[in-house]
């Protein structure tokens, strides 16, 4: 559901803000814990992943977006794949929220 959110939220009048502060979460995870953790560390992947494990799922990939695309559709992605199109995308988002949050005419 929040991915989802995070590619639509920015869409829609009343969720405006809200999506841009989940963004800003999510690009601080990837960006700052990220230095820690490795560069697009997500701390809701790493939560989800532990309790995947304990459930008894194995063999996932790193990217949840490739986890999911592989439950959905069978098809597992290569990783750079995955990780080339998230961040397009990611980054389309994130301006169209800062567009529509404080350069849009007409708010």
């Not at 700052?32 to 809701?44: K, T």
């Not at 977006?65 to 559709?73: G, R, S």
């Not at 990783?79 to 849009?104: D, E, H, K, P």
Request: proline letters at 3%; one cysteine or more.
């Amino acid at each position: 559901i929040l991915i989802v959110f995070n590619l639509l939220g920015w869409l829609f009048p009343k969720t405006r803000k809200l999506h841009f502060y989940s963004m800003l979460l999510m690009l601080f995870s990837w960006g700052v814990l990220g230095f820690w953790y490795g560069f697009g560390y997500c701390f809701l992947t790493d939560w989800h992943y532990t309790i995947l494990r304990k459930l008894g799922e194995t063999s996932m990939p790193n990217s949840y977006i490739a986890f999911l695309i592989e439950k959905l559709t069978g098809w597992l992605p290569q990783a750079r794949l995955v990780n080339t199109m998230t961040l397009v995308i990611t980054v389309m988002v994130f301006i169209g929220s800062v567009w529509v949050n404080f350069f849009r005419r007409g708010k």
